[in-house]
Structure formats: C-alpha cells, structure tokens
C-alpha cells in the first residue's frame, strides 16, 4: 500500500468514529462544565505511554514518508485509544494541522544530565546546571522575536488535504497561551536552589521573574498580532477546552487574547508557603492573565490551601485539583464557580492496577463535588508508565465509569 492508501484506509476509520453521536453527547457536557452547569463529569485519558502500547502492533508505522507517519501515528493512537480505553474522549471529524510559529527564544538553553531507565520513554531524571544564580547572568535574558511560518503552514495543509482527498478535511488549527515562568525557572536553576533563593535571596528571584514574565508578555504580544489565537480549543492540557464564551467572543472580534484559555501553573511553588505564591507568581501574572478569555490554572502543584489567593487571577475559571490535594477542602474553595479539573492517580495504574483505591479515590471526587455544587471532571494524565499493561488503563476507565454510574 502507499502512504496515500495507509493514510485514506486509517481516516475513513477514524472519520467512522468521529461520526458516533456519542461525541456529539460528551462535546456537549464538555460545554456545560466549562459553562458551570453541573453535568455528568467526563472521563479523560491523556499523556499515555504510548512506548508501552504496541504489544500486539497496533501501533506499528507503515508509511515511508516523515509526514506521513506522522499523520499516520496521529491515527493509530487515537483509533488505539477509542479502541482499549476510550473513556469520553471526543473525536473531532478533521484533521487537525497547527500554525507554526517560530521563536528566537529568550537567550537560555536548558544544560543539564539525564538518567534514563527506560531508553524508550521520554520521562527521565534531570540533573540542571544553575545558570541564573547572581543578577549579572540574568542579562542573558532577552525577548523572543516570534513570527509565523505561513508557507509552511499551507505546505502542511496542502500535504494533508491531498493525503485525506475525499475521506476526511484538514483544518488550521490556532493556539492557546501556555504560561509557565516557574517551569523555566526550575530547568534553568534547578529545584534547589530554585527553593533556597526564594528564602536566601528573594530579590534575585523577583529580578529573575520579572524578566521572564517580560518574555512572556512579548510572546502574547507577538501571537495575538500573528492571529494565531484561538478559541476552539478541544484539548487544554489534558482536559477538554470547549467554550461558547469563547467562541462567541472570537465571532464578535476575530482572534485575539480574549477568545481563548490563558493556562498557567507554577509547579516548583507547590511545597512553598501561600503567601510566598502569591508573592512570586500570582502577583506577577495578574496584568497578563486579565488580558484572556479564561484561566486554566494548576497542574501538579497542590492549591487546595490557597484558593483564595489563586481565585484572584481574572476570568478564573478551571482549577487543576492533583492527587496530593485534599478533595473536601478543594470542593469547598472552588464551590459552582470554578471548575474542579481532578487529576486521578496516576501511580494506581503503573503496576497492578489498584480497583479498590480507584473506586475510592473517584467516589471521594464525586461525593465532595455534589455536596459543594462543583462542576467537575476527571483527567487521567502524567502516566509515566503502565510497566507494559495497557489493559491496566482499559481497567481504570471501566472502574471510574462503573463509579459514575452510580450517582447519575
């Protein structure tokens, strides 16, 4: 077969799927949490270890060309996953091809060593080499220059269209703002002396983030003009994106900072105190934040004991709840005006799948999201590995709906 048979053979599949009204069931839920009207939660699977799939070769490439495999793993892994553990994953009937925009970045490179035990998976341990230690080596840091590679973008476009003719379009697709200063910060430094200057040297690290909310000031700046914003955002790390707010917004004024997700996190600021959180990171990224539709914030970090300080950031409107969070108190903070975004487990899936702590873990969710009039759902994610067991996340999937049911 060619690529253009592979490819065609893989699309009608897909487009098969995509045609289920049950996507247009879970897209619709999807709307009410973000919306906050309280629905059914949705169920999602996402960051898999995708290494660890292809015990029966489902996952095999067989196109000969760069772009076209990668056309072709977008297919395997979605018609994978609705296969084995689909949970409610929504399947949008396009081909989706992004906008390229190239960065000159902000004058630092990552330095670092990495320890790996398993060369096939991309999570590894980091060693990194401090860079920013004294105020004289922040001058190193300076504003990216962003433009958009339109040419390519229609060379993607036209490669796709031409691969997909007659079985299923190709569409544009625009971006969302990813905000995450302190991320930088921690590969730049390192957590160590990331955590030790917050408390030895503070104006150090206001002086460094201050420098690096600049860099992404410039970023937004720079992509709004590029247009490259946008409000339909089925994915928003992790967790479903959907917004009629939004999309109204960007019908009325085009694509600009306000029809789409601001998603921030400040991950090394998980194990400091409340007020050093709100003193370095949600200070510092008010006047940003203000300038978007939505805010997504959290991801790893637990927030349960300063919402009220996270609820300062405008348009606030998800707020990631990790399995390190306490679920009552988060229930309780977030209450009808946010969404409780749950992060399940991840480590009850790596080995043996752990049911009776995945039964309890999901009806503690739902039973402190009802009491608290919380809209909610469940986004599996940051599945380092399933030691080769996908059926442990067909399991889980299968526990938490079974779970589900019970309540609605």
């Known amino acids: 077969m060619t690529d253009r048979e592979i490819l065609s053979s893989l699309a009608r599949e897909y487009m098969e799927a995509a045609a289920d009204p049950v996507n247009d069931e879970r897209r619709k839920r999807a709307y009410l949490t973000n919306g906050l009207t309280p629905t059914r939660p949705l169920v999602w699977v996402d960051e898999v270890p995708w290494h660890e799939m292809n015990g029966e070769g489902e996952m095999t490439l067989t196109c000969q060309g760069e772009a076209a495999r990668g056309m072709e793993r977008f297919f395997r892994r979605s018609l994978f996953q609705w296969r084995h553990f689909q949970a409610d994953m929504i399947l949008e009937p396009f081909f989706p091809v992004p906008m390229i925009v190239r960065s000159t970045g902000n004058g630092l490179d990552v330095e670092e060593k990495i320890v790996k035990t398993d060369q096939m998976n991309h999570i590894v341990s980091h060693q990194y080499a ?33 691969m997909l003719s007659g079985v299923m379009p190709a569409r544009l697709c625009g971006q969302y703002m990813a905000y995450v200063p302190w991320d930088d910060v921690s590969r730049y430094r390192g957590m160590s002396a990331l955590l030790m200057d917050l408390l030895m040297e ?81 200070e510092y990224l008010l006047p940003l934040a203000s300038r978007f539709g939505l805010t997504y914030y959290g991801c790893c970090e637990s927030l349960y004991d300063r919402l009220d300080i996270i609820k300062k950031i405008p348009n606030l409107r998800k707020v990631g709840v990790t399995p390190w969070s306490r679920v009552e108190a988060s229930a309780e903070g977030l209450g009808g005006g946010y969404v409780f975004a749950r992060k399940p487990n991840p480590a009850l899936v790596m080995r043996n799948l752990d049911e009776d702590a995945v039964r309890k873990e999901t009806r503690e969710t739902i039973e402190a999201c009802l009491r608290h009039g919380c809209p909610y759902e469940f986004a599996l994610k940051d599945i380092s590995t399933v030691s080769y067991k996908p059926q442990n996340l067909s399991r889980w999937v299968r526990i938490v709906e079974e779970t589900i049911d019970a309540y609605y």
Not at 137 to 154: F, H
Not at 211 to 232: H, I, N, P, W
Not at 248 to 272: I, N, S
């Open 202 to 282: 503070p104006e150090l690290m206001h002086a460094t983030i201050q420098k690096l909310v600049e860099c992404y000031t410039a970023q937004a700046d720079q992509m709004e003009r590029l247009g490259v914003f946008t409000s339909r955002v089925p994915k928003l790390h992790c967790t479903p994106g959907y917004s009629h707010e939004l999309e109204d917004e960007e019908r009325a004024h085009g694509p600009t900072a306000r029809c789409t997700w601001f998603r921030a996190a400040a991950q090394p600021l998980g194990q400091v105190s409340p007020a050093l959180h709100d003193e370095f990171e949600v």
């Open 130 to 162: 401090d860079q920013l230690d004294s105020m004289e080596k922040l001058s190193r840091i300076r504003l990216p220059v962003l433009t958009r590679d339109r040419e390519a973008e229609e060379k993607n476009l036209s490669f796709a269209g031409d």
